[in-house]
């Protein structure tokens, strides 16, 4: 039997969970979720659940050492984390050490401070021809109000996102 923890997990982490349990393989997993907040829309379809309240941890390493003692308490082999990723990452090699499977979207903190910026991101991905949603950068109303007109002709809809 192969436990996978999904940490953190944003909803879309219920379909991944449901994906799982429905596949050829659900005879070898044991899925198990985490998160900081009682998520009832994800936690519902996992084996075994635990909150973690970031709030309540001591600090970084506590909120860490926390799921730690959760993945040796349920015998983890894979860690799957959403949320907190930069976070994670700088404890990577703790759950290394247990030798847990560790995926967190890429590895490295600068990898993860880069995917944050949206158009850094989707620059590196088209240079590395990997399909990815466009990204725009405006600086006023006029430029996102021409932005907006272009684009949701082109692709219908635009989300916007503020950034840092």
């Given at each position: ?151 949701t002709q082109q692709y219908g809809v635009m989300a916007v996102k503020p950034?840092?």
């Amino acid at each position: 039997m192969i436990n996978i923890l999904l940490a953190e997990g944003f909803s879309c982490q219920r379909d991944l969970i449901k994906n799982i349990k429905a596949s050829d393989y659900m005879s070898r997993l044991k899925v198990f979720a985490c998160h900081s907040q009682n998520r009832l829309d994800v936690f519902k379809y996992a084996d075994g659940v635990k909150i973690i309240d970031r709030k309540s941890a001591l600090n970084d390493e506590h909120f860490i050492q926390q799921y730690l003692d959760y993945c040796t308490q349920e015998h983890i082999h894979v860690v799957i984390t959403g949320q907190h990723t930069k976070l994670f990452e700088k404890h990577r090699s703790k759950f290394e050490e247990k030798e847990i499977v560790f995926y967190n979207g890429a590895k490295g903190v600068q990898n993860h401070i880069d995917m944050d910026d949206k158009l850094a991101f989707t620059a590196r991905c088209l240079a590395n021809d990997l399909p990815v949603v466009p990204a725009y950068k405006f600086t006023s109303r006029a430029e996102f109000e021409a932005l907006h007109a272009e684009k949701t002709q082109q692709y219908g809809v635009m989300a916007v996102k503020p950034a840092k």
